[in-house]
């Protein structure tokens, strides 16, 4: 096979990593130079921007004005935790997972909690599980988007407004780039690394009242390190959800996101970034319909990810390899692109089936993604050249 010539025209931003993911258009180190460096975050001043960052996520998240908003240390990954050591175990609870974050939460509450009676309704890559099966007089935690399966839940509607349970949610890769109907969700969390393209290490957890009411009234039977305390007293520690966070954060961390939340009000908001992910995942689905050897990953449409979008390589002479083989094809892909430096970090998440993963979140220019396709040709017409050499 001959391998094709290499486009002439490259992404101006080659970064579509799934995480930390791309900082906005147009961004700089200048945008942070507000930033309370050298102070104390319980200083007027830390308390302040702790605040503000509240604040705007409420309102470019469109978060109800008695939903209650805390920054927590540890990312997503901690925000998660938090809430399913301090809310879970009153009643059972539904535990739905179908990639690998939330077969992640599955395990920590059957083999650290060790909660006696939990369902657990899986899925395998690429589809979701019977979301009818959930019963939602049990808790229920599951994530919107799975962010290294490219599957998400297409809405809330299979969530009644009305149950027992609180619905726990990990919409780390969804929030502010998808409809999150709040009034379906208990729980939230979310970090700043992802559609807004904010630094790492720092989580939010967004909290109805029947989360609250939860936390006020039920004590679990396990202790809890003090990073996850969320009451002090039978009563909600209030400062937590006012920018008084539980240890120190990065005030640098902390002004970038401002700067991001600044620059999603700029553009026009949470429409804005919804139209902006769903025209960069448009770019790469209108791809894989004109291409035979690629296909998405995530089986139904409904449920394709407009953020973390994970396809895989269906060119019957690849797929004609073994495991190892397949894999080694789409690392190869994967590097043929690096070493060209015009796309960094799109490979398969280590536990997913190999192939690739192309974050198209709203700090994405369509135009370079328009500019990386011609590039996945490329790569996989010179990838695959290399199996006609093997077997000659």
Not at 63 to 80: F, H, L, M, N, Q
Not at 187 to 198: A, D
Not at 293 to 300: E, F, H, M, P, S
Request: proline share 5%.
């Amino acid at each position: 096979m001959t391998t094709t010539v290499k486009p002439d025209i490259r992404p101006g931003n080659t970064h579509f990593s799934s995480g930390p993911c791309s900082k906005r258009p147009g961004w700089s180190l200048e945008a942070l130079q507000d930033a309370a460096l050298g102070r104390s975050h319980r200083a007027k001043i830390g308390k302040t921007k702790l605040k503000l960052a509240i604040d705007l996520t409420r309102e470019v998240l469109n978060v109800p004005a008695d939903y209650r908003i805390g920054i927590v240390p540890a990312s997503d990954t901690g925000a998660v935790e938090m809430a399913l050591w301090s809310l879970l175990g009153q009643r059972g609870v539904d535990m739905v997972a179908w990639e690998s974050f939330g077969s992640g939460w599955v395990s920590d509450v059957v083999k650290e909690l060790k909660l006696p009676d939990v369902r657990k309704l899986t899925a395998d890559y690429g589809k979701l599980p019977d979301l009818a099966k959930i019963d939602f007089d049990r808790d229920v935690v599951f994530t919107w988007n799975g962010t290294t399966s490219g599957v998400r839940v297409p809405n809330g509607d299979f969530i009644p407004t009305e149950r027992q349970g609180l619905t726990i949610c990990d919409a780390t890769s969804a929030a502010f780039a998808q409809d999150m109907d709040f009034a379906k969700l208990d729980v939230v969390t979310f970090s700043w690394q992802k559609v807004l393209g904010g630094e790492g290490a720092h989580g939010i957890l967004i909290l109805s009242p029947r989360a609250v009411e939860r936390l006020q009234s039920y004590e679990p039977a396990w202790p809890l390190p003090k990073i996850f305390r969320l009451t002090k007293g039978g009563k909600l520690i209030e400062g937590i959800f006012a920018g008084e966070t539980i240890n120190t954060p990065s005030m640098l961390c902390v002004e970038d996101y401002i700067d991001a939340l600044e620059w999603a009000k700029s553009i026009g908001g949470l429409k804005a970034l919804f139209s902006r992910a769903d025209a960069n995942a448009k770019v790469i689905f209108d791809f894989v319909e004109a291409n035979d050897w690629i296909a998405n990953l995530a089986v139904d449409p409904a449920t394709r990810s407009n953020t973390s979008v994970c396809l895989k390589i269906v060119d019957t002479d690849v797929t004609a390899l073994d495991a190892a083989g397949q894999a080694d094809f789409a690392k190869g892909v994967v590097a043929l692109l690096e070493k060209e430096g015009v796309a960094f970090d799109i490979g398969a998440y280590r536990d997913a089936p190999s192939g690739l993963r192309i974050w198209a979140g709203a700090t994405i220019e369509t135009s370079d993604m328009q500019a990386l396709m011609p590039w996945l040709t490329w790569a996989f017409e010179t990838q695959k050249a290399t199996l006609g050499k093997a077997a000659a």
